[in-house]
């Protein structure tokens, strides 16, 4: 159960899925969307929907990649003990990277979509239609008598217009957010040009690419008047890394005049840059922006390659306020071998910003990235994949009992959330629409709250092996 997914008691749809499916259907073949979080589905009833369907190939996606594997892995063997002969294709950022492992140890998943996945996809749908030869399609991990062996990677889509989202893909299904509003999930772009260095999405899509601003806002148009959708969440890293292009596109989107909610993530200096026209983002639609603010100092934040700056991250928030827009703030726990007084400093930095919400997370190093790098020495006290979600802690840290720093982020919530500052706006912001967004996200916040202090005092097993990181993947 990951969090994301669960509290909200709402679901956003599977833009990766959708993404594939598009094109597919566009290439003449017949695409359905199971999508297990509706309910959440048990295992038998996915296996028993995939029975009915009867399909030749199965691709499955998730949203949580690294924690979603393991479920990944036992869905499709419990599939392909009921149809031997049908193909099941994976993809999505942990396998694009672990494609070796997943492939030895999971006899039952034919072939591993690496990358960026509408191109490569198609090509491997349509080369096993038809009977080719695949070990010449780019991007794909599958095995050659029997050994896992990788192609050469696939290149960038270089248009993002090319393929087309399978939104009818959605069907009947009820997608909603923000406090049950129609919603999408959408990208303006793909990748970032920053260097985090443990950030694994600007690796996985290499170059950071734009999508028409046009385009995108007449899909937005569509998507509002033929699905109703009220509410779009940016699925982008950054998608104002041009700011001309950004710009364009929320003028563009401004000139259809649809009422919508707009959400999604940015970084801090971007939005200092962009000072003297946050009033488009405003008219736009733009209701809450997640800041990463990561750390309270800088010297961990040149360690990380953040390339933020205290000042900027302030000054974000200021300005995000004067504009009528809500900012989360993301902290992550774990980069600096915290000691008590680290975890009061990072309070008394986050009482300074102010933000109108915070999320305390915790580092959770993927493998293919250079922060990889820095703590593959270290102990982990999680080897339970599916708790690598960031909201567990996961590496051991030197001076601070794994108790003792929940507790400690528990209070820095619990501090932010109801210091008058924030009690005040979520009772008496003048903006009503904002007051609504900040109950909503305070409610799940409540709940998610105690979920956590109860997973970790009375069911998360930490580990005592003392096994590394390193070995740990080994
Ligand atoms: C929206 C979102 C969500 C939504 C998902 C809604 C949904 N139904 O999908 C919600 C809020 C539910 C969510 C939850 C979580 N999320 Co989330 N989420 C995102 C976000 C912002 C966008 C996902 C997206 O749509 N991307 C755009 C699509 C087009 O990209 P894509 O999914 O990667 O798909 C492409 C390729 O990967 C590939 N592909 C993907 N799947 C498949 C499948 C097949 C068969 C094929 C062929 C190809 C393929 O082709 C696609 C098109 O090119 C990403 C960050 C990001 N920018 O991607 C984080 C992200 C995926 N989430 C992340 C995490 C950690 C989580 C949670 C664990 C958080 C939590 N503690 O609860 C949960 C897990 C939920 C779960 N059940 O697994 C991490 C995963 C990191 C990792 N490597 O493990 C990410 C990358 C954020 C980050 N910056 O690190 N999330």
């Not at 260097?195 to 569509?222: N, V």
């Not at 700011?243 to 259809?256: D, Q, T, V």
């Amino acid at each position: 159960m990951s969090i994301g997914s669960r509290m909200p008691n709402e679901h956003l749809p599977p833009l990766g899925l959708l993404s594939i499916g598009g094109p597919l259907i566009d290439a003449g073949h017949d695409v359905q969307l199971l999508d297990a979080e509706f309910g959440p589905l048990k295992f038998s009833t996915i296996v028993a929907e995939v029975v009915m369907y009867n399909p030749d190939l199965v691709l499955l996606g998730h949203s949580g990649s690294t924690s979603a594997q393991p479920i990944i892995n036992d869905i499709t063997k419990l599939i392909k003990e009921k149809m031997p002969s049908i193909t099941i294709i994976i993809g999505g950022v942990f396998p694009t990277y672990h494609w070796n492992e997943i492939l030895v140890n999971n006899p039952q998943i034919d072939y591993i979509v690496c990358g960026e996945g509408e191109q490569i996809a198609l090509n491997l749908v349509t080369a096993i239609a038809d009977h080719h030869c695949l070990e010449t399609i780019k991007g794909l991990a599958l095995r050659v008598n029997g050994v896992p062996l990788k192609t050469s990677a696939a290149e960038n889509i270089h248009n993002l217009d090319q393929f087309r989202i399978g939104w009818e893909l959605m069907g009947n299904y009820n997608y909603t957010y923000w406090g049950k509003r129609k919603a999408v999930v959408i990208q303006f772009s793909r990748g970032c040009p920053y260097p985090c260095t443990y950030c694994g999405q600007s690796l996985f899509w290499k170059k950071w690419r734009h999508r028409d601003p046009q385009l995108l806002a007449d899909e937005i148009e569509m998507l509002h008047y033929e699905y109703g959708i009220e509410v779009i969440n940016f699925a982008d890293e950054n998608p104002s890394s041009n700011p001309k292009a950004w710009r364009e596109f929320l003028e563009a989107l401004i000139a259809k005049n649809l009422k919508l909610i707009l959400v999604g993530s940015i970084r801090a200096d971007n939005i200092v840059r962009d000072a003297d026209f946050l009033h488009l983002y405003k008219k736009a639609g733009f209701e809450r922006f997640l800041l990463g603010i990561e750390n309270y100092d800088e010297v961990v934040l040149e360690k990380i390659k953040k390339a933020g700056t205290i000042s900027k991250d302030k000054e974000a928030i200021q300005l995000l306020r004067r504009h009528g827009i809500l900012s989360m703030a993301t902290y992550v726990v774990g980069f600096g071998e915290e000691t008590t007084r680290d975890f009061y400093n990072s309070l008394r930095q986050l009482l300074t910003y102010d933000p109108d919400q915070v999320q305390l997370l915790y580092v959770t190093p993927h493998k293919w990235t250079p922060y990889f790098e820095d703590v593959k020495h270290k102990e982990i006290i999680l080897t339970d994949q599916r708790k690598w979600d960031y909201k567990h802690q996961v590496i051991a840290t030197s001076y601070l009992k794994p108790s003792t720093v929940i507790l400690y982020v528990k209070l820095i919530e619990i501090i932010m959330q109801t210091r008058p500052s924030a009690v005040m706006r979520l009772l008496f912001h003048k903006e009503a629409r904002l007051r609504s967004a900040m109950r909503w996200y305070t409610r799940i916040g409540r709940r998610v709250w105690f979920y956590e202090l109860y997973q970790f005092f009375f069911v998360t097993k930490l580990d005592t092996t003392k096994i590394k990181m390193n070995d740990f993947w080994a």
